[in-house]
């Protein structure tokens, strides 16, 4: 049986945080990989990768400056089959793979899995949360499987995912454009030399 491996780089632009593997995920080896799971699609759809990937291509995300781990590794047909325990583990384990690669964003597959790890101070709903997780910004996205009463359609998760694309994009034009504005030092040193010209 292949092993399903977490897709980790340093900085990644957004962090991907699914609950556990699915069972055809687990024997395949790679992410999203239950053929009902639009995952995949609504990344393309939404502009997050500019290629159209299938699961067996989930290794290239590292090529769009993205990553993917899971709370828990153990492969279930339902994410209640999971024991408290190893969810409190897992979480325990997300937020040191968190520590290390510094993603400038933590996406939560799942706004179940958002309100677990971050507890009674989460707030409802899908998009931009307000916490930060060791300097990362935080999204939650709904649960892209055909079972997530909440948002039944492609269309109602596609505007989520959207939201995270833009979102994303904007996180990355602020720190361009506070990386292109000269510091305080070097402003004094252009000054000084204009006044000695």
């Not at 769009?64 to 583990?89: H, Q």
Request: charged share 25%.
């Amino acid at each position: 049986m292949a092993r399903l491996r977490d897709i980790l780089i340093e900085r990644p632009r957004i962090l991907f945080v699914g609950i556990n593997p699915s069972p055809r995920s687990e024997s395949s080896g790679h992410h999203f990989a239950g053929p009902g799971n639009p995952f995949w699609r609504l990344m393309h759809a939404s502009g997050l990768i500019p290629a159209a990937l299938t699961h067996e291509e989930d290794h290239r995300l590292a090529e769009f400056g993205l990553a993917i781990t899971n709370v828990c590794a153990r492969a279930t047909r339902a994410a209640s089959e999971l024991k408290r325990e190893e969810l409190d583990r897992g979480e325990r384990a997300v937020t040191r793979k968190i520590r290390k690669v510094k993603p400038r964003v933590v996406a939560f597959v799942g706004v179940s899995i958002y309100r677990r790890y971050v507890g009674p101070s989460a707030t409802p709903g899908a998009g931009v949360k307000p916490e930060t997780i060791d300097g990362a910004r935080v999204f939650a996205l709904p649960n892209p499987s055909g079972l997530n009463a909440s948002f039944p359609g492609f269309k109602d998760k596609l505007v989520w995912f959207e939201a995270l694309r833009k979102f994303s994009d904007q996180l990355e034009a602020e720190i361009n454009h506070a990386a292109a504005k000269p510091s305080g030092s070097a402003l004094r040193s252009r000054k000084a030399s204009r006044s000695r010209g």
